[in-house]
């Protein structure tokens, strides 16, 4: 079994919360993670060394950077999470014309058949 790396993490799982979470839930889990890892702590006095510790505290800072930012979470969850922004969402258009091509595509002829049913002799 191989764990995962805090280069591997994403931001919702370094800072170890749902991707639901709300501000407060982050601002919270920001100040544990930070005070875990913080100069002084136990992660501090040889449970982690040096170099990890402070990778793993930019990490911590830089999630919390954007996840407290709600534009920049869309953004993130958007690019990186795969997640259908919320214009998208709430896009009835789309949505409703994705339905209809795809019933469309099933009943109807496909272009060419079209095409070579007009040059057909009677």
């Known amino acids: 079994m191989r764990f ?10 370094i800072l170890n919360i749902r991707t639901s979470a709300s501000q407060q839930e982050i601002e919270e889990a920001y100040s544990v993670a930070k ?3 913080i100069q002084g702590s136990l992660a501090h006095y040889g449970l982690v060394e040096g170099n990890q510790r402070r ?3 930019a990490k911590v800072e830089e999630a919390y950077r954007v996840l407290s930012r709600p534009r920049r979470r869309k953004k993130y ?16 258009f789309r ?3 994705e339905r ?9 002829p496909s272009l060419w ?5 007009f040059f057909r002799k009677p």
């Open 4 to 13: 995962k790396t805090i280069e591997d993490m994403n931001h919702y799982e």
């Open 35 to 37: 005070n875990a890892f």
């Open 55 to 57: 990778k793993i505290l």
């Open 77 to 92: 969850d958007v690019k990186t999470l795969g997640l259908k922004s919320e214009a998208y969402e709430n896009a009835y």
């Open 95 to 97: 949505n409703s014309m």
């Open 100 to 108: 209809i091509l795809i019933e469309e595509a099933e009943s109807k």
């Open 113 to 117: 058949e079209r095409i070579r049913r």
